[in-house]
């Protein structure tokens, strides 16, 4: 695959993350009729297709045409990359509405992926402690490496590192004073994060 032209480093992008009362003489006075049953199924039934829709938005991975399902991987990229193999995997079994990822979903969502960057559409990154497909960092071609942002529904293992990294750069330069644990505690405020400052260590 052709080196791809060379991407801006780091794109900072932040995200920040009347009831009406009913007197009881009202309610005494409202009228219920068989009308309003056939209404609340009809909703309730409506309720229920669209549950089913979503559930059934992504095609199930494990006997979908590949190219359907690079597609849909290479959608999931545009909107949460740069993003991690196994984030992005998890992801799509969500959406096709799976609770979990197992062994056969994991690896046709693996080729899946494989061949999104064989297209080039899709590159990987490998970060430290990026040993495994499943722990590379994604990004669609020619777009920034790291790109800074709210926490949003990741874990801390689903925020890449470089990411991390550059918040801590980014909080050092805010106060060079500023010691080893003041800044893990200002990055694990900005990630929405209450867990040990050790586990944060770790990660970076």
Known sequence: MENESEAPDVQLQ???????DTSLESIELQQHSPDQDQDQDQDQDQDQDQETRIEELLPDPRNSQKDVVVQNLIKIVEQNGPIIVRHACQIYTRG????RMGKDIRSALNKAMSAAIRSGKVVEDQEPGSTYFK??????????R????????????????LEIAAVMQEKRAESLQSSSAEIYRKVLKFFDI???????RERV
């Open 14 to 20: 932040h995200a920040d993350i009347g009831e009406n």
């Open 96 to 99: 096709a509405g799976f609770r």
């Open 135 to 144: 722990d590379r960092v994604i990004r669609i071609s020619g777009s920034p």
């Open 146 to 161: 790291v790109q800074i942002r709210k926490r949003g529904d990741r874990d801390l293992g689903d925020i890449p590192i």
């Open 194 to 200: 209450k867990i040990g400052r050790a586990s944060c």
